[in-house]
Nanobody
Framework: QVQLVESGGGSAQAGDSLRLSCAAA????????IGWFRQAPGKEREFVAS????????YYADSVKGRFIISGDTAKKAGYLEMNSLKPEDTAVYYC??????????????????WGQGTQVTVSS
């Protein structure tokens, strides 16, 4: 089991940038995925981005493609989400999660067993 803690959320203006971090406690391997999801009030949790801790192909939701960049660092047991050109519709609680098995997919919440507590991101116009 992996314990995760997000940081870096806060308030921003449209067009600004924020960088979220996700610190992990427990065993992290290169093959594990770090994923970011978000949930806005009254909406279901949705996929944002994912990548293996060791790097390689990154997956993004269409709504953030070209604006957000995900990265992972196995040695530091850390994951990051760089969010650029923020929009009001990016407002949500952002969660990081770790995928350590082949259950589900790397782009669905069902594929992740370990979750952080979430960090609020609020973007005003």
């Amino acid at each position: 089991q992996v314990q995760l803690v997000e940081s870096g959320g806060g308030s921003a203006q449209a067009g600004d940038s924020l960088r979220l971090s996700c610190a992990a406690a427990g065993r992290i391997f290169n093959s594990f995925f770090i994923g970011w999801f978000r949930q806005a009030p009254g909406k279901e949790r949705e996929f944002v981005a994912s990548i293996r801790y060791s790097g390689g192909t990154a997956y993004y939701a269409d709504s953030v493609k070209g604006r957000f960049i995900i990265s992972g660092d196995t040695a530091k047991k850390a994951g990051y989400l760089e969010m650029n050109s923020l929009k009001p519709e990016d407002t949500a609680v952002y969660y990081c999660a770790v995928r350590s098995s082949n259950i589900g997919t790397a782009t669905s919440p069902q594929g992740y067993a370990d979750w952080g507590q979430g960090t609020q991101v609020t973007v005003s116009s």
